[in-house]
């Protein structure tokens, strides 16, 4: 299946082809006349290539499994299947599902727009808003857009009726399994008829997103589009922190770049919350977004970057999914992901449509075995920067959060990522396999050292990390 569909020599041959014949227009994919004119009059006159590689086995009735980020314009795909094949007035005819509200509310509103030229009705289902005001708007609907839970919900109820559904759409699969919604959503699937379209996108492939097309798909039609980083557009640079100065080096850099849309990138909400509380208390006008804020909060700070009234969002993984934000010119991962394509999601973010952009990480001692396995991706150019001279903060961090987010605790590390040069000598290497057993002792050695110099009134960073840290995991 996807995971074995398309080796990296011929998807980049298909990707160099494809270039080769972009000025190709919607009216050459099958749409019809009335379809092509809602598009272009909504501005979009030319097909990205998942689109004009998805739209004809889409408009064939086949299934599809379409692998391919955020931003390729995966909702113009499966849209189009949606506009061709639904009548207005028969009842729920497609279900998109989508693992955030965020982004059930942005395919809400796309379809929405598509709906004033064609009368279809679109109804966006999610949790986070009273339910009761979702069952007389399901009733005169023709498309639902929803989350996993809230669907699910609905069924429960009786209050949606999924047997004319003649269109399901999975939308970014691998996050709905990532947040464990795959037993949700194999439920809604087998409420739905089994003669039916299932088109699924999914930006990373896995066991489990991979089981589903088998088992839910018929003989789909498997379109993998190169994921790549464009080094023209993007600089990618890393600079070597202790965890102590992490938030002092961010607060620097966002000091220093005062214009701009930037993403700041941490792997839990408890690390975003800590970030944008602390950035407030130095006078930078962030907001933090996660899976943990009612969909009141989220929606009112995604309108806040739409008017431009913030231009720092502090975010997870799972929130920024999907979000449409334009205009991104800096992308900074706090806490490095623990994948090359996680890091490619990010950074993607930023150099689009071809303005360029910068992607900075900050890499401390905690952050090496997950740096390690993004650099291990040949196709990344990122360079060691570094590390200026900034003032040193002291924010306010939870306790619990100090020893992941570069809070205000004692000391800091003594070593660097020293990418290929010191594999094997404790500071591990990009592109190797884990490092030697000298390098981890070594490691262990200068935190030893570091706990002595603590008692000896040197900092104490070394025992909030070692000690505490071994105990909770």
């Known amino acids: 299946m996807l995971k074995d569909y398309c080796p990296r020599r011929l998807a980049i041959r298909e990707h160099n082809s494809w270039h080769l014949s972009k000025m190709e227009k919607f009216d050459k994919l099958g749409l019809s006349k009335k379809t092509v004119d809602v598009f272009e009059e909504l501005g979009f006159t030319e097909p990205t290539e998942i689109q004009a590689r998805t739209i004809p086995p889409i408009l064939e ?28 007035g028969k009842g729920i005819q497609a279900l998109i599902l989508t693992p955030t509200r965020e982004l059930a509310e942005q395919i809400g509103k796309v379809l929405g727009k598509f709906s004033r030229k064609t009368g279809l009705k679109t109804i966006e289902v999610f949790g986070g808003v009273p339910i009761e005001r979702q ?53 809604i699937i087998r409420d739905c008829p089994k003669e039916r379209q299932t088109l699924l996108f999914s930006a990373t492939t896995s066991q489990d997103v991979d089981r589903v097309s088998r088992k839910y798909m018929k003989n789909p039609v498997e379109i993998a589009v190169e994921k790549y980083v464009d080094a023209s557009k993007l600089r990618q640079v890393y600079y070597n922190v202790s965890p102590d100065q992490k938030f002092s080096a961010l607060v620097h850099f966002l000091q220093k770049e005062k214009n701009g849309i930037v993403m700041v990138f941490s792997n839990t909400r408890r690390t975003v919350d800590s970030i944008a509380m602390n950035l407030k208390r130095y006078k930078i006008n962030a907001q933090a977004i996660h899976g943990g804020l009612d969909q009141k909060k989220r929606s009112r700070i995604i309108e806040q970057f739409h008017k431009n009234e913030v231009n720092i969002l502090v975010c997870t993984d799972v929130a920024a999914r999907g979000l449409d934000i334009k205009g991104v010119t800096h992308v900074y991962n706090y806490d490095i992901p623990k994948t090359a394509e996680e890091y490619i999601h990010r950074v993607g973010r930023t150099a689009r449509a071809g303005e360029e952009g910068i992607a900075v990480s900050l890499v401390s001692n905690r952050d090496y075995d997950n740096f390690r396995r993004v650099m291990m991706d040949d196709s990344l150019k990122i360079e060691e920067a570094e590390l200026p001279e900034f003032e040193r903060l002291r924010p306010v961090f939870r306790k619990e959060d100090d020893k992941r987010s570069g809070g205000y605790s004692r000391g800091g590390s003594r070593g660097g990522f020293r990418g290929r040069r010191d594999s094997g000598r404790g500071g591990g290497s990009p592109r190797g396999r884990g490092g030697s057993r000298s390098g981890r002792d070594s490691g262990e050695r200068r935190g030893n050292r570091d706990r002595r110099d603590s008692r000896r009134g040197g900092g104490s960073y070394g025992r909030s990390r070692s000690s505490s840290g071994n105990r909770r995991r």
Not at 61 to 83: E, H, N, P, Q, Y
Not at 140 to 162: K, Q
């Open 135 to 187: 069952f007389r708007l399901i009733r005169e609907s023709d498309i639902v857009v929803g989350t996993p839970g809230r669907v699910l919900d609905h069924l429960n109820r009786r209050t949606l009726d999924l047997s004319r559904v003649k269109i399901l759409v999975l939308d970014e699969a691998d996050r709905m399994v990532d947040m464990g919604f795959l037993p949700d959503v194999e439920k």
């Open 61 to 88: 009735g086949k299934d599809v499994i379409g692998s391919a980020s955020t931003g390729s314009g995966k909702t113009i795909a499966f849209a189009s299947g949606i506009l061709e094949n639904t009548v207005p």
